[in-house]
């Protein structure tokens, strides 16, 4: 099927399968080979009544891999039921990059596992929704949480030789779904680097170039180094009244499968009013924000990892003036003039729940 259908130039198919051990044996992989009539190596025979080929049993993620150093195959480090460990497993010749999204969430906690093993590793994200709609996958009333992702791979030519190539060298990002374009490169002295690259350099300066076009105003771009933020860049600033506020609900109960919050959400304000709200990662039409009074607002929503949000359009909201936000994940009270851009954020539990609340701008401009 994927050789009947692969056109160079027009529209790529890549021949692969997903590896489905349990955690403790790896964890899921996605496989990719170049061409057709690969093996497929097995994590089990659960459900599969033919005994035959014994040797393309491979019951661990060392196995598989193992089996895969022969083979033009590139391998992913994939978070589903069973969340792939890449501690356990890791071939960097085989493995170029790690999922991060996917319609079961978000997995930054898998990039964070690579930094400290000292891999050099890249990020994909996916759709994995089980709806059978590669690039537009919306979770629905499921199990899933999130809408499903997208790669960009930077290609000079559409055919399996640049993909793979290029999948090697790590040229390649991720969103949670937008297609956004993004050019990043590095320059020292006077050599640009691509992304996704490899440098040893003895200079102690480096000007990072960024070019992002995205599917609405920018807000920020965070900067980091490994895990850490070491800059944030807004191109607008913020006057004395908050004129917007941003309540985001986020996080996850664990990595495995019931990673999914599920969050009651109710805000109230003892001065000014909300004069519009608008959701972010609301995708459930069923679970929609009811603005009850000038004053207060409520909302049912769930986070499998990633963020789901309101904002709020506020006048006369300032100074000592409070916001009250009681949810069943947990609740605070706080002074206008005790948020800030950069944010407030409470800690509500779990693996990484937690609540924030982030001033912005009226309007986001485009540049």
Partial sequence: LTAEYNEPGRFLTIPGYEWSGNTGLGGDHNVWYRTEGRPIYRSSRALVADTSMPENDAHSAVDMMTKLEKEDAIVVAHVG???????????????????????????????????????????????????????????????????????????????????????????????????????????????????????????????????????????????????????????WDLSNQIERLRITCAGQHYRGRGRLVKWEVAARLDAGQINKYKTINFWNPNRQPKLISETEISWETVTTGGASAVDLWLDGFSGSDKLFIETNQGSMTLDANKIEVAGVTQECGGMDIRLSFIASVKTLLEY
């Fill in 81 to 235: 039921g069973r969340y792939a460990d890449i501690k356990y497993a890791h071939d960097a010749k085989l493995e170029p990059s790690v999922e991060v999204h996917s319609s079961w969430g978000t997995f930054e906690w898998i990039l964070n596992d690579a930094f400290e093993c000292g891999y050099k590793i890249g990020i994909v994200a996916s759709s994995d929704g089980h709806k059978g709609r590669p690039g537009s996958e919306f979770p629905g009333n499921s199990q899933f949480g999130s809408f499903g992702g997208l790669t960009c791979h930077l290609l000079p030519e559409l055919d399996r030789d640049h993909f793979f190539s290029a999948f090697r060298r790590r040229q390649h990002y991720a969103t949670t779904g937008a297609r956004i374009f993004m050019d990043v490169t590095a320059q020292i002295d006077e050599t640009v680097h691509q992304i996704g690259e490899i440098i040893q350099t003895t200079s102690d300066h480096v000007t990072l170039n960024v070019e992002v076009i995205g599917t609405a105003p920018l807000e920020r771009i965070d900067v980091f180094d490994g895990k850490d933020i070491i800059e944030t860049i807004r191109p």
